[in-house]
């Protein structure tokens, strides 16, 4: 199974650095930081926490995710659409009885930082 990386590259240009996130490869869809704040916000403890809990439990829902990690399910699932916009995860709609619920899945095994100077 290939692994799936996605890559954030951090370029200085005239004292400031500036970050261009790539999904799989160049081709596809990037985005652009605005700086280093936008970084830090997107890869905190809270959320790298939010990532191990999906890969090692596999929750069935944002709600069970929320449980699991003892955190207010607003918040999750705050982070986890953040988090499902940079590529890092895709949410999976799953009907029981009436309802249905979005199963968090990762869809990353490797992040990949470059700093250009």
């Known amino acids: 199974m290939p692994v799936k990386t996605r890559t ?3 370029k ?3 004292g400031t650095f500036s970050y261009l996130f790539k ?3 160049p081709a596809k869809e990037a985005f652009d930081f605005s700086g ?3 970084l830090r916000k997107l890869l905190s403890n809270e959320r790298a926490r939010l990532i191990h809990v999906i890969k090692q439990n596999k929750p069935d829902s944002i709600y069970t995710l929320a449980k699991q990690l003892g955190r207010d399910f607003k918040s999750v699932r705050e982070d986890v659409k953040l988090l499902e916009r940079f590529g890092f995860l895709d949410l999976i709609a799953e009907k029981k009885g009436k309802r249905e ?5 990762l869809v990353i095994d ?4 470059i700093v250009d100077i």
């Open 8 to 10: 954030i590259t951090i």
């Open 12 to 14: 200085e240009s005239a």
């Open 23 to 25: 999904k799989f490869s």
């Open 36 to 38: 280093i704040a936008a």
């Open 101 to 105: 619920r979005l199963k968090p899945e």
């Open 110 to 113: 490797k992040l990949n930082i």
